[in-house]
């Protein structure tokens, strides 16, 4: 078995008797004297099939180097002492000889251990790539236990070329010190990254003029011919192209080396798509015959097979690949001048439509879907490639739902809330007469001027917002108001309640506001200050009032403010009121539907009710329909019902059927923004945020797999405190181990391993970081580890070759002071390195306009206050958040499930890491368990 970071490691079969080394007896040559002498000292795990079935078992090895084993695998093994495995991995290292042999290597700069090295590897190309897709396809199952076939082959590959190419060339002394390194194995002086990547760029200006095959697909044309159905088939010229000139068709008696060329790339892209075989052909050229079916599946399926191996395919310019989509278009009846409110008992007729991309389609182009039988489909002149199942399904849904002349907002919405046609998510809902203020999103609400009396200058958001709410209201619609905190929710709620004063024909009754006792004062002053002419109330304390007295109190008040906790301990008394409106301030105090607060709330009468949030989705959907049931009830049917349509099928599932439903639904009724809106905030540059994946190494890997084992072994016994800190301490282990083995190992070992990265992390960092250099821009890196930041910052400051200064807790103030003086100068360093802790608050380092988040704290609130180094007054450039995981880790799996819910309602839950520890071993096991896709090439 090849092992990465081992060499190639030998064992004897399970039935070879006595001593592992007498099995080596047989024998002859530099193999049979290796073993002879081996020690066995090594142990693997290895896949062993005997009569009792195919099993893991952990044997006793011999390692041998990668010198010693390219050496070793070119020998000549005789028949029955080896293993198939062993001839496989001797087959490979002949392949590579064949390779050097034929002068297709070159080579590099790689550092290791403080110094520089040359070392030769294979020049690449799309020949080598399909021997090792080849080699790849055809690897034995008991060599893929110590990882991917594709992982394997490289490392052996890159392992095994430099001593095979010094052995066949032999030592040659030269004054030049990288051809020297080449031969002699010493370091090479003058070493540096910038000639390492001079190597790179020279080694990719090699394979130019190598011919690169091009499939290009051409529409039936009458000439090709039909297939045995009668249907024209599709041309796929079989193309060379060189040096990125345009794609030339290979004619049979045309240059023989192009020949030559096409068919062997041809029978690579074969191999990787076999569809492509026994299929008719051009006799002129070596073009194939395709019929629809195959060319549907080559476009759906074989693209991503033949990219993989290198092919490119080239689709007709009238080509495109569409989803289909449903459509709503909405008409409001006209409404009795004696009634201006309609809510959800307002009369409305509708139309559903189907779309494939932006084209609406006809009857007759549906019936036409209905009957097809091919995902290709000729549309209005072009060739439309969707999944006909899918469609036809769609079709049918319009031609049976398509219209109703006359029903309520209500029945509509339920038939929104009931439409189910899998993959066709709802995209967009048009609306005429008064319907068009309530549904229709592009449709601004019909704009009201800031009352007289109210003592404010409202920001344009937040007269739109006033507008919305007077529409609702108007409408007699129940409504979320859902705007970040900070954004002025209290004021736009006065400026309504002083709104309808100033222009309702007869005086309003009053409003009931409920709100946590905390911000009760916040009220009274804020309506002493915006709303003087407001007369309120303060329904609190134990002199409170009740009875008659309360009920004259509250006819004589505008504003009437209590809490929660009265609003569930006085129901009766503040149900007996005729409330003009009800609102709920902080209204994710009513997200479980069950609790007495929810049930009170619910309760009330009233003709408009109101909610108020920032958070109207924490964890779970259920939140959102447990507040809209205040505002709307019945709007979103039961818990039981809401669970099955929206809340499994979105949270478990990523249903976006489900999701587009339940935004077409709750919509109107809900109005969110947040700070970072351009309309809000306009002072302030775009911020771009971007979750960036990197793979962990086999390194990497192997420790993180230890570090779970041993988290799920400690969880057997433990519990409570003990239990809670088993688990914190494998979390902060996993994300050392993802940041850079030497982080956990703390063993002070160098960064890199014969000049390549141990961290795939820290590889991904170093592509981000010449970028942003390359522009001539700056960065901050934020990490919530110190000993991590120290490691890293010497080897940025070397690779980039520019000061990297690193600001944590045990910076000195002056010193702090001056390191963010001089990074905020123009000639100042372009990189800093901060402490989350210490650098996450406090300062303004605008002169940064990229932000890397190395590690996550998974607290959101705290990565923002981050990046609000450089996202704030004063950033005049658009700011990129690069917030960094590692694939199929657990870094991976709870940055989507804080996105998930961050992707619910634009917000995230800021509560660390704790709730961690609250989760099941099999829930934990889960979570942490290193899935198939973490480790790269």
């Known amino acids: 078995m090849w092992s990465p970071g081992s060499g190639l490691l030998l064992w004897p079969a399970p039935d070879c008797p006595g001593e592992p080394g007498e099995s080596a007896g047989a024998l002859p040559g530099l193999l049979g004297s290796v073993l002879r002498e081996a020690r066995f000292r090594h142990h693997a795990e290895v896949l062993v099939a005997d009569a009792a079935g195919v099993r893991t078992e952990r044997v006793?090895?011999?390692?041998?180097?990668?010198?010693?084993?390219?050496?070793?695998?070119?020998?000549?093994?005789?028949?029955?002492?080896?293993?198939?495995?062993?001839?496989?991995?001797?087959?490979?290292?002949?392949?590579?000889?064949?390779?050097?042999?034929?002068?297709?290597?070159?080579?590099?700069?790689?550092?290791?251990?403080?110094?520089?090295?040359?070392?030769?590897?294979?020049?690449g190309g799309a020949g080598q790539r399909a021997w090792l897709a080849e080699l790849a396809a055809g690897m034995p199952p008991a060599l893929q236990v110590a990882g991917a076939p594709g992982d394997l082959l490289a490392d052996m590959v890159d392992e095994l070329t430099d001593p095979i190419v010094r052995e066949l060339v032999g030592e040659r002394p030269n004054p030049h010190p990288l051809v020297h390194g080449l031969s002699v194995d010493t370091p090479v002086d003058g070493g540096s990254h910038q000639v390492a990547e001079l190597l790179d760029r020279w080694r990719d200006s090699v394979l130019v003029d190598e011919p690169e095959l091009v499939l290009r697909l051409c529409e039936p044309d009458g000439e090709s011919g039909v297939d045995a159905d009668g249907a024209a088939l599709w041309r796929l010229e079989v193309c060379l192209r060189v040096d990125g000139a345009a794609p030339r068709p290979v004619p049979l008696l045309g240059d023989p080396q192009s020949v030559r060329t096409a068919v062997e790339r041809l029978g690579a892209a074969q191999r990787a798509y076999p569809r492509l075989r026994d299929l008719p052909g051009d006799p002129r050229s070596m073009d194939l015959l395709l019929p629809t079916a195959v060319v549907a599946d080559l476009v759906a399926h074989g693209a991503h097979a033949l990219a993989e191996a290198g092919v490119r395919l080239l689709l007709p310019r009238a080509w495109s690949v569409a989803e289909p989509s449903l459509r709503l278009r909405v008409d409001g009846a006209a409404v009795p001048a004696a009634r201006s409110s309609v809510g959800l008992d307002g009369l409305v007729s509708y139309r559903w439509e189907l779309a494939?991309?932006?084209?609406?389609?006809?009857?007759?182009?549906?019936?036409r879907l209905i009957d097809a039988q091919s995902d290709l489909v000729r549309l209005r002149g072009e060739w439309v490639q969707a999944d006909h199942r899918v469609l036809a399904a769609a079709a049918r849904y319009v031609a049976w739902h398509g219209a109703d002349t006359e029903v309520t907002l209500a029945d509509l919405v339920g038939k929104i809330v009931d439409t189910h046609v899998d993959r066709v998510p709802i995209t967009e809902v048009t609306a005429t007469g008064w319907a068009a203020a309530l549904l229709d999103p592009g449709r601004e609400?019909?704009?009201?001027?800031?009352?007289?009396?109210?003592?404010?200058?409202?920001?344009?958001?937040?007269?739109?917002?006033?507008?919305?709410?007077?529409t609702m209201n108007r409408l007699?619609?129940?409504?979320?108001?859902?705007?970040?905190?900070?954004?002025?929710?209290?004021?736009?709620?006065?400026?309504?309640?002083?709104?309808?004063r100033e222009t309702a024909t007869t005086p309003p009754g009053p409003t009931l506001l409920v709100c946590p006792m905390s911000v009760v004062g916040n009220w009274q002053r804020e309506a002493l200050r915006f709303a003087p002419d407001l007369r309120f109330l303060v329904h609190h304390g134990p002199t409170r009032r009740r009875g008659p007295e309360l009920d004259a109190a509250v006819a004589?008040?505008?504003?009437?403010?209590?809490?929660?906790?009265?609003?569930?301990?006085?129901?009766?008394?503040?149900?007996?009121?005729?409330?003009?409106?009800v609102v709920l301030d902080e209204a994710q105090h009513v997200k479980n539907a069950a609790t007495r607060q929810a049930r009170a709330a619910r309760a009330l009468p009233a003709r408009h009710r109101l909610a108020l949030t920032g958070t109207p989705v924490e964890n779970r959907l259920e939140e959102l329909r447990s507040i809209l049931d205040f505002a709307m009830p019945k709007l979103l049917g039961s818990a039981q019902t809401f669970r099955a349509r929206f809340a499994v099928p979105i949270e478990r599932e990523n249903d976006q059927n489900a999701v587009t439903r339940l935004r077409t639904v709750t919509s109107p009724f809900v109005l969110r923004r947040v700070k970072t809106d351009p309309a809000v905030i306009g002072d302030l540059p775009e911020k771009l945020e971007m979750t960036?994946?990197?793979?962990?190494?086999?390194?990497?890997?192997?420790l993180y797999q230890a570090v779970v084992r041993d988290m799920l072994d400690k969880l057997r016994d433990a519990k409570g405190m003990a239990r809670k800190g088993a688990v914190l301490a494998a979390l902060t282990h996993l994300k050392q181990v993802c940041n850079h083995p030497a982080h956990y190992l703390r063993d002070h070992s160098a960064v890199l391993r014969r000049g390549t990265h141990r961290s795939g992390k820290l590889a991904l960092v170093e592509d981000v970081l010449d970028s942003v250099l390359a522009e001539g821009e700056k960065a901050l890196l934020f990490t919530?580890?110190?000993?991590?930041?120290?490691?890293?910052?010497?080897?940025?400051?070397?690779?980039?070759?520019?000061?990297?200064?690193?600001?944590?807790?045990?910076?000195?103030?002056?010193?702090?002071?001056?390191?963010?003086?001089?990074?905020?100068?123009?000639?100042?360093?372009?990189?800093?390195?901060?402490?989350?802790?210490?650098?996450?608050?406090?300062?303004?380092?605008?002169?940064?306009?990229?932000?890397?988040?190395?590690?996550?704290?998974?607290?959101?609130?705290?990565?923002?206050?981050?990046?609000?180094?450089?996202?704030?007054?004063?950033?005049?450039?658009?700011?990129?958040?690069?917030?960094?995981?590692?694939?199929?880790?657990?870094?991976?799996?709870?940055?989507?499930?804080?996105?998930?819910?961050?992707?619910?309602?634009?917000?995230?839950?800021?509560s660390g890491e704790n709730w961690i520890t609250e989760l099941s071993t099999d829930e934990l096991r889960e979570l942490f368990t290193l899935g198939a896709e973490a480790v790269g090439d």
């Open 60 to 123: 006793r090895a011999h390692a041998l180097a990668p010198g010693a084993a390219a050496a070793a695998l070119r020998q000549r093994l005789p028949a029955g002492a080896v293993s198939g495995d062993l001839r496989f991995l001797a087959h490979i290292a002949l392949g590579i000889e064949r390779w050097v042999r034929a002068g297709r290597v070159v080579p590099r700069l790689v550092r290791d251990d403080g110094q520089w090295w040359a070392r030769w590897r294979l020049s």
């Open 356 to 367: 494939l991309g932006d084209m609406v389609l006809t009857r007759a182009e549906m019936e």
């Open 445 to 470: 609400p019909e704009p009201v001027s800031p009352p007289a009396r109210l003592k404010a200058q409202l920001r344009p958001y937040q007269l739109r917002g006033l507008s919305w709410l007077a």
């Open 476 to 500: 007699g619609c129940g409504a979320i108001l859902a705007d970040d905190m900070g954004l002025g929710k209290t004021v736009q709620v006065l400026a309504l309640l002083l709104h309808e």
């Open 556 to 581: 004589d008040a505008d504003l009437v403010i209590t809490t929660y906790t009265l609003l569930a301990r006085d129901t009766r008394e503040l149900a007996r009121q005729s409330w003009e409106r």
């Open 692 to 702: 960036v994946r990197a793979n962990l190494t086999v390194e990497q890997a192997g």
């Open 784 to 910: 919530q580890f110190r000993e991590f930041g120290e490691l890293i910052a010497p080897y940025l400051t070397e690779r980039f070759g520019t000061r990297v200064p690193f600001l944590h807790g045990g910076v000195a103030k002056k010193h702090r002071d001056t390191m963010v003086a001089d990074f905020q100068r123009e000639a100042g360093p372009p990189l800093m390195l901060l402490s989350l802790k210490a650098g996450g608050t406090g300062l303004n380092l605008t002169a940064a306009n990229h932000v890397v988040h190395l590690d996550r704290w998974w607290n959101p609130a705290v990565e923002n206050q981050a990046t609000d180094r450089a996202y704030r007054i004063g950033q005049h450039r658009t700011v990129q958040v690069r917030k960094l995981v590692c694939v199929d880790t657990v870094e991976e799996r709870i940055d989507e499930m804080i996105g998930g819910k961050s992707r619910l309602a634009d917000l995230a839950v800021g």
